[in-house]
Nanobody
Framework: VQLVESGGGLVQAGGSLRLSCTASEYIFSRFGMGWFRQAPGKEREFVAGISWNGRRQYYADSVKGRFTISRDTAETSVYLQMSSLKFEATAVYYC???????????????WGQGTQVTVSS
């Protein structure tokens, strides 16, 4: 499973950033997709997920109202728009593929290499 993330970088607190993840058409059209993150010294945690058809989205409580997950069929890509970023959002963000077509928090089995997001205070 190849998941290729991009879009990470350095941003000031309160700013915005958009992450992108590209997958094969086979994966993209059949499975839920999502984003996880892992901060230094912490376990990897679920951030957001989206169903195979884009009709259902799931978010961690910590990002609701500030992060938006979406997908583009033509680009076979999933995006994470992050706004009002806080210092504690600093982490490596991983794109992930679910084992079902829903993308609920406990359904993921494959992750990309990750992209670093650093929020400066």
């Amino acid at each position: 499973v190849q998941l290729v993330e991009s879009g990470g970088g350095l941003v000031q607190a309160g700013g915005s950033l958009r992450l992108s993840c590209t997958a094969s058409e086979y994966i993209f059209s059949r499975f839920g997709m999502g984003w996880f993150r892992q901060a230094p010294g912490k376990e990897r945690e679920f951030v957001a997920g989206i169903s195979w058809n884009g009709r259902r989205q799931y978010y961690a409580d910590s990002v609701k109202g500030r992060f938006t997950i979406s997908r583009d069929t033509a680009e076979t890509s999933v995006y994470l728009q992050m706004s009002s970023l806080k210092f504690e959002a600093t982490a490596v963000y991983y794109c992930a593929k679910a084992r079902t077509n829903w993308g609920r928090p406990d359904e993921y089995e494959d992750w990309g290499q990750g992209t670093q997001v650093t929020v400066s205070s």
